[in-house]
């Protein structure tokens, strides 16, 4: 079928179901006809029909609630409407109940629909990484544009940066009705795209933005009172806003469930510190329904946000920081009251470190991961020793911990010695720690810090251990004897177990 709906011109012929073969004997079996029912009765089958398809959210198949970037299946009701002509009729005769949007996408005809189809909400939708955004499609979506005030949603992402400009451009004016707008070009090498100030769209619901600048002065952030989802992604130095600006903006969300801000590149934590003394935290603001928030910037940005929000009901804390000498984040472990886990896992990669926090059973998302955006590992495990210790007391309720690594191309760069204690650093805010998992690679790191020097007390360091697991052959066991033979001895016995390497996959 055609990928556009003309009502003007196609009426289906019905074909006739359920004919035999010739020789061929069946048995009658009662049924009533769909034709038999009312058109209420049609009505609700059709609104249950649109329920399946994905909407805001749709479940992934780890059970985790994802926002839908696909919005094909608003083409739902173009199959339901050339069934017949009681069908036809009945459907275009309820597009609010039935929520009917034209979808304006690759390789549709856009002028050729418009003409021949009632003036329900647009969809422009021009998402797909596979599909080229050729020049009869730009004229298409700049010929929807112009109906600003039948636009319903626009998803403008991996277009070439001077076909999405091209369309950018245009859109200085209000949408009245746009309540989800996501705009991104293929490529993070070109910033200069920037949304028209003059852009409005007072109800707009969900609001993503990739690498396109959003400017200082745009009325559009104090005007969108019923955003539940704001995402400003690789936001570009010359878009930058401090955490006071930022947070006068959030203030009026209240319906806010999903917010990311992610900064391109980093601002020195003295400059952000400087604007936090000029801008004293006059109020606080609760986020009532926040339940997932993103930063990607640098620790002093981050502690003077999380300084003016509230979000009781969080759900989901994810944390990227450039590298920095030191990390102070004393506000994160206020903001992270709310979310419970049992299993973290640390891992050391190329070029950042993570730690990741494992969902309880029933939890949809990883509750809570810190990247640090560095490259050698004594930085890195420093890096992770100052956000560790700063959490202590979120982590002493952690019963096992993982310690994994990557295989590294820069072999000679990330194998940089790290100092016993700093390991012995990293280790210690898990006072309660029960189970410790350790990736073949850091076996004799972790042997070594683990291991007693004159004076030191058996129990300094994870007093509460009960099972040492590692992935590797006899010489990591050998590497963990003397860590065993200790607490053996101190009446503390641990078991010294080997782990699948999936242990360490997630």
């Known amino acids: 079928m055609s990928d556009y709906l003309s009502t003007a011109t196609y009426l289906p012929q019905i074909e006739e179901f359920g004919q035999r073969a010739p ?4 048995r ?8 038999t029912l009312n058109h209420d009765a049609l009505l609700n089958i059709f609104y249950l029909y649109r329920l399946d398809i994905p909407d805001e959210y749709y479940e992934n198949g780890a059970n985790r609630r994802m926002i839908n970037f696909d919005w094909t299946g608003q083409r739902w009701w173009y199959k339901l409407a050339q069934v017949c002509r009681q069908w036809r009729y009945l459907i275009l005769a309820s597009p609010s109940r039935l929520d009917l949007h034209l979808l304006c996408t690759h390789g549709v005809p856009i002028a050729n629909m418009l003409a021949h189809s009632p003036p329900l909400p647009l969809t422009i939708f021009y998402h797909e990484e596979d599909r080229e955004t050729t020049e009869e499609d730009v004229e298409g979506i700049l010929l929807a544009l112009r109906h600003s005030d039948r636009v319903h949603h626009i998803s403008l992402y991996h277009l070439p940066p001077p076909k999405l400009r091209k369309i950018i451009t245009t859109m200085e004016e209000q949408f009245p009705i746009l309540e ?9 090498h070109d910033r200069s795209l920037v949304l028209p100030r003059a852009f409005q769209a007072p109800h707009l619901r969900h609001f993503l933005l990739w690498h396109v ?8 952030l104090t005007t969108t009172v019923g955003l539940v989802i704001l995402w400003l992604m690789d936001i570009p130095p010359s878009a930058y806003f401090t955490p006071s600006y930022l947070h006068t903006r959030l203030s009026l969300m209240p319906q ?12 020195p934590n003295r400059d952000v510190e400087r604007q936090l003394l000029d801008t004293p935290i006059m109020t606080h603001t609760t986020l009532p329904h926040l339940r997932w928030f993103s930063f990607k910037g640098v620790s002093a940005y981050l502690e003077g946000l999380l300084s003016r929000i509230n979000a009781p009901v969080l759900g989901c ?20 009251e709310t979310l419970s886990f049992r299993t973290i896992q640390l891992a050391f990669n190329d070029d950042f470190a993570e730690l990741v926090a494992f969902p309880l059973g029933g939890q949809r998302f990883y509750p809570f991961t810190v990247q640090i955006m560095c490259r050698h590992l004594d930085w890195q495990v420093s890096s992770a020793a100052q956000i560790l210790d700063t959490l202590q007391p979120v982590h002493s309720v952690v019963k096992e911990l993982r310690l994994s690594h990557r295989k590294h191309e820069r072999s000679s760069e990330w194998h940089n010695e790290v100092d016993r204690t700093q390991w012995r650093q990293l280790l210690r805010p898990f006072s309660n720690l029960k189970t410790l998992h350790v990736q073949d690679e850091l076996v004799g790191k972790i042997a070594r810090s683990l291991q007693t020097d004159d004076g030191e007390p058996p129990l300094d360091l994870l007093p ?7 992935s590797g052959g006899s010489d990591a066991r050998d590497a963990f ?26």
Do not use: W
């Open 23 to 26: 020789g061929q004997t069946t």
């Open 28 to 35: 009658k079996i009662p049924h009533s006809p769909i034709h």
């Open 180 to 188: 989800r707008l996501y705009i991104g070009p293929p490529t993070e």
């Open 213 to 220: 600048a959003l400017p200082i002065r745009s009325p559009l």
């Open 256 to 267: 806010l469930e999903n917010l990311a801000i992610d900064f391109y590149s980093p601002l």
């Open 317 to 336: 804390l994810r944390i990227v920081l450039f590298n920095q000498l030191t990390f102070t984040v004393p506000r994160l472990l206020q903001f992270m």
């Open 464 to 470: 509460n251990l009960e099972e040492l697991g590692y």
């Open 481 to 506: 004897t003397p860590f065993i033979d200790d607490r053996q001895v101190a009446g503390h016995p641990v078991d010294l177990t080997v782990v699948n390497p999936s242990v360490f996959s997630r």
